[in-house]
Nanobody, 129 residues
Framework: VQLQASGGGLVQAGASLRLSCVVS????????MGWFRQAPGKEREFIAG????????EYVDSVEGRFTIARDGAATTSYLQMNSLKPEDTAVYYC???????????????????????WGRGTELTVSS
């Protein structure tokens, strides 16, 4: 499975941006998906996830109400819509997918990085004040 994240860039505080993550080459038609980010000098953190069935989403408190995760009908592309961006959102953003085997839960949002088997290379976002 290959994940390709794109859409990062340099924006001013208050701007909006949408990240995309294209999933290809996998055996399954859809995967539970998540977005993580890693700011300079900090550990990678979970910020948003969507369940396999698209029935549930979850966000870290710092982005709740500003970011929205979604995917297209074919489930080949996941999106992270980011509004009201802040300088503290500056980070490298990664998309990730969970392999849906061995008792995975279709309505569950996976929030731990160790639960994700597939990772994209990341796209960098810089938010200036």
């Amino acid at each position: 499975v290959q994940l390709q994240a794109s859409g990062g860039g340099l924006v001013q505080a208050g701007a909006s941006l949408r990240l995309s993550c294209v999933v290809s080459g996998g055996t399954f038609s859809r995967y539970p998906m998540g977005w993580f980010r890693q700011a300079p000098g900090k550990e990678r953190e979970f910020i948003a996830g969507i369940s396999w069935a698209d029935s549930s989403t979850e966000y870290v408190d710092s982005v709740e109400g500003r970011f929205t995760i979604a995917r297209d009908g074919a489930a080949t592309t996941s999106y992270l819509q980011m509004n009201s961006l802040k300088p503290e959102d500056t980070a490298v953003y990664y998309c990730a997918a969970v392999r849906p085997l061995g008792g995975f839960r279709s309505n569950h949002v996976y929030t731990q990085s160790y639960e994700y088997q597939y990772w994209g290379r990341g796209t960098e976002l810089t938010v200036s004040s």
